[in-house]
């Protein structure tokens, strides 16, 4: 599936060529990878799936403080929240339907994996660091916008419902929006 408007004018990818493509050593300074914004979040990959034969990606969420990310889950992905600045209270559905959330401050950790449904809602702005499955931190770029660099200013993106389903259904990711959560 392509998404046209990921496309340079060549009709390769916008972002290729800021990242290896390939396992190969490489460093980044402070500012620098793939950049997209998603509603009012800015996401930064660091490392995708093409430098790491598909094993998992990094990277990082500048997050202003607002509503929960709706509920969803990916049956292929795994997902990290490390939390470097601000607070975060992640939402999870437990395998025996109990809902639970904690509250991630600076240096907390928390680990949802594939299959479990999840959310989670910014309580203090700041930055975490995820690590996900190779390849689903392409769905910030399918689902956002890009952009040249990280902007808290610039005004929120909100994608249309079918952008938004054509990356959900790209990454087998399922939203449940009735999903209610304790906490929240």
Do not use: C
Not at 53 to 69: R, S, Y
Not at 87 to 93: G, N, T
């Amino acid at each position: 599936m392509t998404f046209e408007y990921l496309s340079a004018p060549d009709g390769r990818p916008a972002w290729e060529g800021l990242l290896p493509g390939r396992p190969e050593p490489f460093f980044l300074t402070d500012g620098e990878g793939e950049h997209a914004k998603l509603f009012g979040d800015h996401f930064s990959v660091m490392l995708s799936g093409d430098e790491t034969q598909n094993q998992f990606g990094m990277f990082v969420a500048t997050t202003p403080k607002g509503e929960i990310i709706p509920a969803h889950n990916h049956d292929g992905t795994h997902e990290t929240f490390y939390v470097l600045e601000g607070k975060v209270r992640v939402f999870v559905e437990l395998e025996d339907g109990e809902k639970i959330s904690r509250l991630l401050l600076p240096g907390d950790f928390g680990y949802v994996p594939a299959g479990y449904t999840h959310a989670y809602r910014v309580e203090e702005s700041g930055r975490m660091l995820g690590a996900v499955s190779g390849g689903f931190e392409r769905f910030f770029q399918h689902m956002g916008t890009l952009t040249d660099r990280i902007d808290p200013d610039s005004p929120p993106y909100i994608p249309s419902f079918e952008k938004m389903g054509k990356a959900a259904q790209r990454h087998q990711m399922t939203f449940l929006p009735e999903t209610r959560w304790p906490d929240a």
